[in-house]
């Protein structure tokens, strides 16, 4: 689990600077040579392993994984996601994603669907990755089909519209409207 206040940029670069410095050095004792290591794992790579990650039933962080996401983004279960506060057409939307090296959002799953919901209070309409080739044909952007028993579409459906997620429903809508947006991207696995 994550510490919430330590979700920072600096506690990821810390962590990964502590883990990769970390390796085998050659050190000169006399005149045969040993390997030593310059930054043991219990001293630095797993001590900040602890800070970020709560570990299980107070036990040891040491062999537990725990997933964490970059700052101002929201954990949940594997995923990282990110909503925008200003709004764009959805061609920017998903620019703005992809500079963030995620992509916009593609909703699968109930879960995911009430997590999005839960922190952005749900009624707000949201660019997500959703696209309509046809007018019966609503398409991911990851390629995968979509599931209209998870998400309802309201309105009339045209070719090259995009899908605007407002609580459990996609409102069909040109793509050159603008709102707000929501990103994922993958959790790190520490």
Same mark, same amino acid.
């Given at each position: 689990m994550l510490l919430e206040g330590l979700q920072t940029k600096q506690a990821l670069d810390a962590l990964q600077k502590a883990c990769a410095s970390q390796g085998p050095s050659t &050190? @000169? @004792?006399? @005149?045969?040579q040993k390997t030593v290591w310059e930054n043991p794992p219990s001293k630095n790579c797993e001590a900040l392993k602890w800070l970020l990650c709560k570990p299980h039933d107070n036990g040891s962080a040491e062999n537990s994984q725990c997933k964490i996401c970059q700052e101002n983004w929201l954990l949940h279960e594997d995923k990282c996601?990110? &909503? @925008? /506060?200003? /709004?764009q057409n959805w061609n920017k939307s998903q620019e703005d994603c992809t500079a963030k090296k995620s992509r916009i959002a593609v909703i699968q799953r109930q879960e995911e669907l009430d997590f999005i919901q839960s922190i952005t209070e749900g009624a707000q309409l949201l660019w997500i990755g959703l696209t309509a080739t046809s007018p019966a044909g609503w398409i991911w952007i990851d390629g995968s089909p979509f599931n209209s028993t998870l998400l309802q579409v309201t309105g009339t459906v045209q070719a090259n519209s995009c899908g605007m997620l407002k609580g459990n429903k996609v409102i069909s809508e040109s793509c050159s409207a603008v709102t707000k947006w929501i990103c994922e991207t993958e959790a790190l696995l520490v």
């Open positions: &050190a @000169s @004792s006399g @005149s045969r996601f990110w &909503a @925008s /506060k200003e /709004k």
